[in-house]
């Protein structure tokens, strides 16, 4: 059964775990990035939860204060429990993000609960279409792009502390 489900998989779906899993992998490497660079994958990861919200579902429109309710604890989280230093480089207008394998996890935490969600929309609807189920999936999803987003304003914030470079004359 798994197989079938992997073998009906579209092409793009797996294109699309290959570059989040590149992308999981530079993020494991200490690099200097611009904060447009930086906030590429926590567009990814938005996009892909936002396209999984259903409005029209058992939520209603309420499924947008469960998805943010999600984010602002997330990014809560993030920003009281982040600790590290963040070097910023504004004359080159980048910042110094430190290796870590968070991001690769939570790509592919994201991933594999947009894929389960999909498979069971097919085989077991009742579940995703259940208000407890439909509930837990929109704050999760909230939760998942919180880190990104909290992570993405500590080091936005650390970049906009910083004085601007001035220009010699």
């Known amino acids: ?24 992998y530079l993020a494991s490497q200490d690099r200097e990035l611009s904060l447009l660079k930086l906030s590429l994958i926590p567009g990814v990861m938005l996009v892909l939860a936002l ?29 009281t429990f982040s600790k590290g230093e963040i070097a910023v480089n ?8 430190r290796g870590s394998w968070a ?14 969600v999909g498979v069971l929309s097919v085989m077991r609807p009742e579940l995703v279409h259940s208000l407890p189920g439909s509930l ?11 880190v990104f987003i909290g992570r993405l304003a500590r080091y936005a914030a ?6 601007a470079p001035v220009a010699a004359l």
């Open 103 to 116: 991001p690769l996890m939570l790509m592919v935490a994201i991933f594999i609960t947009k894929y389960t």
């Open 51 to 79: 396209t999984s919200i259903n409005p029209h579902g058992v939520l209603g429109e309420a499924v947008w204060a469960a998805w943010a309710a999600g984010v602002v604890v997330a990014v809560a989280l993030v920003w």
């Open 1 to 24: 059964m798994i197989v079938q489900i992997l073998s009906h998989t579209p092409v793009y779906v797996w294109a699309l775990l290959a570059f989040l899993l590149y992308r999981g």
């Open 90 to 97: 504004r004359a080159a207008g980048t910042v110094y993000q």
């Open 158 to 163: 650390a970049y906009l502390r910083q004085p």
């Open 136 to 146: 837990g999936v929109t704050v999760l999803y909230g939760l998942f792009n919180g």
